[in-house]
């Protein structure tokens, strides 16, 4: 458990630098047709903080780890992140960090085989260290 939360915290160290070096107009760049911007990864990440702290305190008096989803895509045009300032949502992104989820959840219960990465954010910030 403490090299997870030592990667965890790692992680999440890495992210904010990296997030702090891109600038206004580089956060606005869709890279191809039909893909999001930085602004729209990280409002995605917001949202998906927002589902996972919902499903780590579900799972707290659940028999299985299956849960319901959500349209990602919807969610993050509804809510206009290309829209908003970078900076507004650095501020948001490091709130939702600073008040993640609350509890461990029994590491005896077995998830679904295709379930979530280990932390929220984990496959997003992997997917970003490949471009």
Same mark, same amino acid.
């Given at each position: 458990?403490?090299?997870?939360?030592?990667?965890?915290?790692?992680?999440?160290?890495? /992210?904010?630098?990296?997030? %702090?070096?891109?600038? *206004?107009?580089? $956060?606005?760049?869709?890279?191809?047709?039909?893909?999001? @911007?930085?602004?729209?990864?990280?409002?995605?990440?917001?949202?998906? /903080?927002?589902?996972?702290? %919902?499903?780590?305190? *579900?799972?707290? $008096?659940?028999?299985?780890?299956?849960?319901?989803?959500? @349209?990602?895509?919807?969610?993050?045009?509804?809510?206009?992140?290309?829209?908003?300032?970078?900076?507004?949502?650095?501020?948001?992104?490091?709130?939702?960090?600073?008040?993640?989820?609350?509890?461990?959840?029994?590491?005896?219960?077995?998830?679904?085989?295709?379930?979530?990465?280990?932390?929220?954010?984990?496959?997003?910030?992997?997917?970003?260290?490949?471009?």
């Amino acid at each position: 458990m403490q090299d997870f939360v030592r990667d965890f915290k790692q992680t999440l160290e890495l /992210a904010e630098r990296r997030l %702090r070096e891109v600038s *206004e107009t580089r $956060s606005e760049v869709r890279p191809a047709l039909g893909e999001w @911007s930085a602004k729209e990864i990280l409002g995605h990440l917001i949202d998906s /903080a927002a589902n996972n702290h %919902r499903r780590f305190v *579900e799972a707290q $008096s659940k028999d299985d780890l299956v849960f319901p989803g959500y @349209s990602q895509k919807q969610w993050v045009a509804v809510q206009q992140y290309q829209q908003a300032s970078w900076t507004a949502h650095r501020a948001v992104e490091s709130v939702q960090r600073t008040l993640g989820p609350r509890g461990v959840v029994d590491s005896r219960r077995r998830a679904d085989p295709a379930s979530k990465p280990a932390y929220p954010g984990q496959n997003h910030i992997s997917h970003s260290e490949q471009r």
